[in-house]
Nanobody
Framework: QVQLVESGGGLVQPGGSLRLSCVAS????????IGWFRQAPGKEREGVLC????????VYTNSVKGRFTISRDNAKNAVYLQMNSLEPEDTAVYYC?????????????WGQGTQVTVSS
């Protein structure tokens, strides 16, 4: 069964950091691009960052530039989203999703999401 599982969310104060993990089961990630997306209450889902199977990064939203980074560890079948200097506007459910090879607009397999809340 193809599955993506996110973890690492939680409550953090403004300016703090979190690292989200996306671990795949049922398939190997090395041929897949993995994107991170988020959906805040009352808002549409938006792309955050993506990493291709070859390691190229794509930024989907400028608001995370310089604060968020994406990385992958194929040996662990995992992709990570390091989030620094978190702001209340980053509060959302974060999802990872997979598509073959290159980052793009349409992703096929999605995780269940992990909640990130930035609040003092």
């Amino acid at each position: 069964q193809v599955q993506l599982v996110e973890s690492g969310g939680g409550l953090v104060q403004p300016g703090g950091s979190l690292r989200l993990s996306c671990v795949a089961s049922g398939f190997t990630l090395d041929e897949y691009a993995i994107g991170w997306f988020r959906q805040a209450p009352g808002k549409e889902r938006e792309g955050v960052l993506c990493i291709s199977s070859g390691g190229s990064r794509t930024v989907y939203t400028n608001s995370v530039k310089g604060r968020f980074t994406i990385s992958r560890d194929n040996a662990k079948n995992a992709v990570y989203l390091q989030m620094n200097s978190l702001e209340p506007e980053d509060t959302a459910v974060y999802y990872c999703a997979a598509r073959k090879f290159l980052c793009g607009a349409v992703f096929g397999s999605w995780g269940q999401g992990t909640q990130v809340t930035v609040s003092s």
